[in-house]
């Protein structure tokens, strides 16, 4: 497991350091100037020389890339052009609403997903397998921000439960949690038909196989079966996508966020994107993308650890 | 009667009879079984052979209740002692599936958990037992350093993918031994593997049944090697049992025209050099739509004017040895 561990984190190293050369040489190739947004478009191609030198642009690509790499490591993202303060402390400081929101979102749609997976491929067949069947395809085919509005519309707006929106108030754990709710809602419930699908088809596959029956000929509860057994190889695919669902929504999260009116990473790009601001963009997007890269990684150590056979095979 | 019965049973470990199971498919009802009757006495050994396809491990799971959802059992019974499997609760099966009554899978490669060491699987079919887990762990030590697997206690902790075919057997001879089961199934136990892994497999089972004093039902398509390790064999084709009695009855003094066709096809009788191997001309019936004939009189190479071709009744030829067979009870040398 140590051995996998190492081999897994030095693949993810070599990921990202491809993966943000990709994306710094794709910004870097996005038409538009830079500098006239900065500078904006009466600037003299004095102040233009000056900037490109302050920023390094003069230079070629190689040693820009270099010189940003180092950065990087250094936690240096780079400056936000208008408001002169670091990339890396405006992204940290809306990592956590972003972080918040997935992870309870993730959290009670695999708590609900996954087991009524397993109940549905354990009695598969029965009124209850086909009523969640329905119900998982509703929740996948209904998009994450008509949710979103509905449930803002009737929580919020008609029954006055729960805040419509913002983030709460700093330091105020209830109130950030009360704003939470609607929006990991939203996000989560398609996950939840997600979840309970998949678990399902993989459940039904390890429950044939024959080392089930093995399991079975000799007697053992048919719990020790289902949840010992078999739900350690059949949540690995649900492992594995969970991984990838988490590092997207990262990102992807900027509908909630927008609909609730909530500070966070999607929202931080979507409108830095907007206005243009390419440090902010990159150093975001480039954070993302390390971060999704951490929990693919994360969700295959998961899976290796679940599964002796991936831990051999790297 | 009842007191016959209960008498008869007495002395067998497992008693099937008339067992017949159907299996619904879109093709119709397949009829897998129909009226089979194995009884296996206690400490023998009872060899079950037929070409594929004939019923064997439907058998198998009919015992161990291990049939799949579209399998329908007909009628018929299987005492274990004297109580009936078939009418079993879940709970009541559970408590013998693994204690009195054990199996031996055909593939050794994949009958075992791939994610869990062997040492939790081993440990965790002991979960009857009120023995705390380290002695657990000892008699899966013992148990595989019996079956001759080298430094049991390291290989614990290693996983199926770990270890070669011949090893995963003997893990799983291990396994199936190790609650000390007063019936021993196994299923082909040897025909994934090679032709020496073969003979020590079958080997190590002869010594381990002997010091267990178990009883086996050993299913093969290997006639030699039910020759060499079975007491008793029971004959199948398609879905019935056409002869049965003990090896020197079945391979000396066959009696229906299907047993001694197998016994001319197995490659290790044939004396001559040939490059073709014999095999019998014909197909199994199609189990699906089934007439009230003789099942094996499109194959038969004795019929003539004397068969009624109908399904003759199973008749004792000498004591213990059964044959369905119309030409046979005349006793002529076929
Ligand atoms: N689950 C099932 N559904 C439908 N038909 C089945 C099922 N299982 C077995 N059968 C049919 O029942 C008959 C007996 O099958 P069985 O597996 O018992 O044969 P077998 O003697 O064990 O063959 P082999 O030597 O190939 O293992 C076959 O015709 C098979 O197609
Ligand atoms: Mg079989």
Redesign the interface.
């Known amino acids: 497991m140590t051995y996998y561990l190492i081999k897994r984190l030095g693949v993810a190293a070599i990921t990202v350091v491809i993966a943000v050369s990709l994306l710094y040489g794709m910004i870097h190739a996005v038409p538009g100037d830079p500098l006239s947004v900065v500078l904006g478009p009466r600037a003299t191609p004095e102040m233009k020389a000056a900037l490109n030198k302050r920023m390094g642009l003069d230079k070629p690509f190689v040693i820009q890339l270099g010189t940003f790499f180092i950065n990087v490591l250094q936690g240096d993202l780079g400056t936000d052009v208008f408001t002169d303060t670091s990339v890396s402390e405006i992204f940290f400081g809306q990592l956590p609403f972003t972080v918040n929101l997935i992870f309870l979102a993730i959290g009670w749609s695999a708590l609900l997903g996954i087991p009524l997976g397993c109940y549905s491929a354990v009695r598969r067949n029965t009124l209850i397998d086909k009523l969640t069947g329905v119900f998982s395809v509703g929740t996948i085919a209904i998009p994450s921000f008509v949710v979103a509005l509905y449930s803002l519309l009737i929580f919020a707006v008609w029954l006055k439960w729960l805040p419509a929106i913002g983030a709460g108030k700093e330091g105020d754990f209830m109130d950030q949690l009360s704003h939470l709710l609607l929006p990991s809602f939203a996000v989560g419930l398609g996950w939840v038909g997600y979840l309970s699908r998949l678990v399902r088809a993989s459940m039904l596959e390890v429950l044939g196989e024959n080392h089930i029956r093995t399991a079975r000929a000799f007697g053992l509860k048919e719990s020790t079966i289902v949840l010992g057994y078999a739900l350690r190889l059949a949540i690995l695919p649900t492992v594995a996508l969970l991984g990838v669902g988490i590092g997207n929504m990262l990102s992807g999260a900027v509908f909630a966020e927008i609909v609730f009116a909530r500070p966070g990473v999607g929202k931080l790009i979507f409108d830095s994107v907007i206005t243009r601001n390419y440090p902010l963009v990159m150093g975001s997007v480039i954070m993302t993308t390390i971060l999704f890269v951490l929990f693919t990684t994360v969700a295959d150590l998961i899976s290796a650890f679940l599964d002796p056979r991936i831990r051999e095979n790297l | 009667m009842t007191g016959e019965t209960q008498n008869r049973n007495r002395e067998k470990v497992l008693s099937i009879k008339d067992l017949s199971v159907n299996f619904k498919t879109e093709n119709g009802l397949v009829q897998a079984l129909r009226r089979v009757s194995i009884d296996i006495p206690p400490k023998q050994i009872v060899g079950l052979v037929g070409e594929s396809g004939c019923g064997k491990s439907t058998v198998i799971n009919s015992i161990?209740r291990?049939l799949s959802n579209n399998a329908e059992i007909i009628q018929g019974s299987i005492h274990l002692q004297n109580k009936n499997i078939l009418m079993m609760t879940s709970t009541q099966?559970?408590?013998?599936?693994?204690?009195r009554i054990?199996?031996i899978?055909q593939?050794p490669m994949?009958?075992?958990?791939?994610?869990?060491?062997i040492g939790r699987q081993m440990t965790?079919?002991q979960?009857?037992d009120q023995i705390n887990q380290v002695a657990k762990r000892q008699r899966a030590i013992d148990m595989l350093t019996r079956v001759g697997i080298p430094d049991a206690e390291k290989r614990l902790k290693s996983?199926p993918?770990q270890f070669s075919g011949g090893m995963r057997q003997r893990i799983?001879i291990a396994?199936a031994l190790i609650m000390e089961p007063d019936l021993l199934i196994a299923d082909e136990p040897t025909t994934a593997l090679d032709a020496t892994l073969q003979i020590q497999i079958i080997e190590l089972l002869k010594t381990l049944q002997k010091e267990f004093r178990c009883s086996v039902l050993f299913v093969s398509h290997h006639l030699g090697l039910v020759a060499d390790f079975c007491d008793q064999v029971v004959v199948m084709y398609a879905g019935e049992v056409v002869e049965s009695g003990n090896v020197r009855d079945i391979f000396h003094r066959a009696a229906h025209p299907y047993t001694k066709r197998l016994l001319e096809c197995d490659p290790a009788r044939i004396k001559t050099k040939t490059r073709v191997l014999p095999t019998i001309p014909g197909y199994i019936p199609d189990l699906v739509n089934l007439s009230d004939d003789c099942i094996f009189k499109d194959r038969c190479h004795v019929k003539d004017n004397k068969c009624p071709l109908t399904v003759a009744p199973l008749t004792e030829l000498t004591p213990g040895h059964f044959v369905q067979c119309h030409l046979s009870q005349e006793g002529e040398n076929l």
């Open positions: 161990l291990l099966l559970r408590a013998i599936r693994g204690k054990s199996v899978f593939d994949t009958s075992l958990n791939p994610a869990l060491s965790d079919i979960y009857r996983y993918h799983a396994m």
